[in-house]
């Protein structure tokens, strides 16, 4: 089967996305960040994203690895070629009639206007600090379907077409989520078990 998978946070959570990508069957995978902390299987996430080819969009997790990696106090063992994937991760990627961000960014003026900090950290608009703030995709009217990941505590937020947040909290114990772009479908795969307490 042809096609973009969207797959939300994996968080190592590689017996997951192993299942989830063999139901899909997609030709083209794109993560959408936070893929190595947490969870039970950081080297065989790295080794899914290997073997499909798979693109991304850095995460707030994915810049702390970076970060502790370059301090040489990474908590887990990554490969080298694993860390210098992840710097080449942009903060989002976009195709025919989609966007693709880990967290949020401005919902009237776009990626563009939007700090990096807010496109790896963003829930609410215009910020975080007020929890009375909407969330930014409450704000967001398009064009086109923005995918993204970044939020467990309120799992999959199905709002197509304008948005479609897939962190389904999976190294929580919840589910790790993807959706078929061409398709219009969504998919899961139950975690195996609970890896972290939320």
Not at 77 to 102: D, K, R
Request: proline letters at 7%; glycine letters at 12%.
């Amino acid at each position: 089967m042809s096609g973009i998978l969207f797959v939300g946070d994996v968080h190592g959570c590689a017996a997951e996305l192993r299942l989830l990508l063999d139901q899909a069957g997609a030709s083209e995978v794109v993560l959408l960040g936070d893929l190595f902390t947490k969870g039970p299987d950081p080297a065989g996430v790295w080794a899914l994203v290997q073997q499909t080819g798979a693109r991304g969009v850095l995460g707030n997790h994915d810049a702390w690895v970076l970060s502790r990696w370059r301090k040489g106090t990474l908590p887990f063992a990554l490969p080298e070629a694993a860390i210098t994937w992840l710097g080449t991760l942009p903060l989002h990627l976009q195709g025919p009639g989609w966007l693709a961000v880990h967290a949020g960014f401005d919902p009237e003026r776009g990626v563009a206007a939007t700090s990096r900090h807010d496109l790896l950290n963003l829930r609410r608009w215009p910020d975080d600090a007020d929890p009375a703030n909407p969330f930014w995709w409450e704000l967001y009217e398009g064009p086109g379907l923005v995918v993204h990941g970044h939020d467990a505590v309120r799992g999959l937020v199905d709002r197509r077409p304008r948005t479609l947040g897939l962190d389904t909290g999976c190294v929580y114990g919840g589910a790790l989520t993807g959706y078929l772009l061409e398709q219009d479908r969504l998919l899961t795969v139950p975690a195996a078990r609970a890896y972290k307490p939320v």
